[in-house]
């Protein structure tokens, strides 16, 4: 299949005309598609040993952008799953947002390369402000960054380690280094289906203004989109969902339909 890509004009164009984008996860580990709860590695439910093949499915069931984690990269801190990721981004077909375990330009450089709409630094982030700076210098929207997050601080290494540092301290900083979009995730809510931390939502958008907010963690019915839209906060731009879906707890539709104010 070749290759479709969208340039980030036509993607914030696209994006204007939508409520709330809905991205279905997939998560990588031992190259199959898995869901974990609350970040932990030995929490493990496996889903499908095709990652390309449920990429295709996310689409056709009417995902508009994809977000992937290498959870083995995440916790090597060097992505583990280039040919997979490259699989999956040619049979999705639409904007792929990529994380995992890219720490290095040369990772970033392989995954953008690869047609991915967007790469995102998670640990590095916090941990090399430099390459952070540098990464954005070099590919400007293209950067993302992913905050991890339990009780309001930051969590690194693919949720391992819990810093001093609070969410909402290093969401300004990277808004300050010109970095114009933030995947923030509550790891306690994440996986476990009760809902999204939507008080720590609306101070993470709060306190990166400049930047488009993506809302992970405990995602899992469309009250709760329609609960993160009341937030009310203009950039609050998406919000990412995996076990609910992956589980049958709801379907993409139903999640699109809220996210577009239609349910």
Not at 46 to 59: E, F, G, L, M
Request: hydrophobic letters at 45%; glycine letters at 10%; a negative charge.
């Amino acid at each position: 299949m070749r290759r479709r890509r969208m340039s980030l004009d036509a993607l914030n164009l696209f994006c204007e005309e939508i409520n709330m984008i809905i991205l279905p996860a997939i998560d990588l580990k031992g190259g199959v598609c898995v869901r974990l709860r609350q970040g932990r590695a030995d929490d493990v439910t496996a889903y499908n040993d095709d990652p390309a093949a449920q990429a295709r499915d996310w689409r056709a069931q009417g995902g508009r952008e994809l977000h992937v984690v290498d959870l083995d990269g995440a916790f090597a801190g060097t992505p583990r799953h280039a040919a997979a990721i490259r699989a999956i981004i040619e049979e999705f077909g639409g904007p792929v947002e990529v994380g995992g375990g890219l720490r290095t330009l040369e990772a970033l450089a392989s995954v953008l390369d690869a047609g991915a709409a967007r790469a995102i630094i998670g640990s590095a982030a916090l941990e090399d402000p430099a390459f952070l700076a540098r990464a954005v210098e070099l590919y400007g929207g293209r950067i993302t960054v992913g905050i991890d997050a339990r009780d309001g601080f930051v969590q690194t290494r693919g949720w391992v380690e819990t810093t001093t540092v609070r969410a909402t301290d290093l969401a300004k900083a990277v808004a300050a280094a010109g970095v114009q979009s933030i995947v923030y995730t509550d790891t306690a809510t994440d996986g476990m289906l009760g809902g999204p931390n939507l008080a720590q939502m609306a101070a993470i958008c709060d306190a990166a203004p400049t930047c488009s907010v993506t809302a992970s963690g405990g995602v899992s019915s469309p009250q709760d989109v329609r609960n993160l839209l009341a937030l009310a906060k203009p950039n609050l731009r998406a919000a990412i969902v995996g076990k609910a879906i992956y589980d049958g707890r709801t379907t993409l539709k139903e999640m699109n339909d809220a996210a577009d104010g239609h349910a």
